[in-house]
């Protein structure tokens, strides 16, 4: 069955892997959403859940990149080096890896996000879920790209995909900047090691978004080859 499955991806598309996964990374990376709604509103039972859902969509994921790097074909017979493949897999494998690491903090130490950081958290959540779909369009079109072979038109459009997923990369580090100013204003205010998870959480959190653009440079890199 798994390897009917893996022929119709390689059989149905040269970038077809690419895109299988980055469906699956997608799907893992949106699920933070509801959990982060269930972690601000005191939903445990919600929050615990939905973690066990992205743990199992990264490990998912995680799974088909190292099946896709298994069967890839040492020749493509297509304008995109195998190389160049196989590192925006492992960029795509790395976005829900952060998404995984956010989870497990604010699982392990049974975290509360500060009443006042909630509307801006909840705000830079959302942009980093937007980073990730902005990567999928961009990942989504290689397609076209590849059959019109690499026309002006289809790289246009391409690249303005790219220049959007870096203006909402860089939305996200002003806001990551404004939510670490708000969190420096209370910090005699909470426990040191709560602050330092809080940290890391942040940081965690904008690096969904930093690796979804990763995808995109590493992406404008393979076409400019």
Do not use: W
Request: proline share 4%; charged share 25%.
């Amino acid at each position: 069955m798994a390897g009917g499955y893996l022929s119709g991806i390689f059989g149905s598309s040269p970038v077809r892997p690419l895109q299988t996964h980055m469906e699956q990374i997608v799907e893992c990376v949106q699920q933070l959403i509801p959990f982060i709604n269930a972690v601000l509103d005191g939903n445990t039972s919600d929050r615990d859940h939905i973690h066990r859902n992205i743990v199992d969509l990264e490990h998912k994921a995680d799974k088909l990149k190292k099946e896709l790097r298994l069967r890839l074909p040492s020749s493509l017979f297509m304008p995109i080096d195998r190389r160049d493949v196989l590192e925006v897999l492992t960029m795509q494998d790395r976005v829900a890896g952060a998404v995984r690491d956010v989870s497990g903090i604010i699982i392990g130490r049974n975290m509360v996000i500060p009443e006042p950081m909630r509307d801006n958290y909840r705000e830079l959540v959302a942009t980093c879920v937007q980073s990730v779909e902005q990567a999928h369009q961009a990942i989504s079109e290689l397609d076209e790209l590849i059959e019109t072979s690499f026309g002006d038109k289809e790289r246009e459009r391409v690249g303005s995909l790219l220049s959007e997923l870096d203006r909402i990369e860089q939305t996200t580090d002003e806001q990551t900047i404004t939510l670490s100013h708000q969190l420096f204003d209370m910090e005699q205010q909470l426990e040191p090691v709560n602050v330092m998870f809080l940290y890391r959480v942040l940081d965690r959190t904008s690096l969904i978004a930093d690796r979804a653009q990763r995808v995109g440079s590493r992406l404008q890199l393979m076409l400019a080859r």
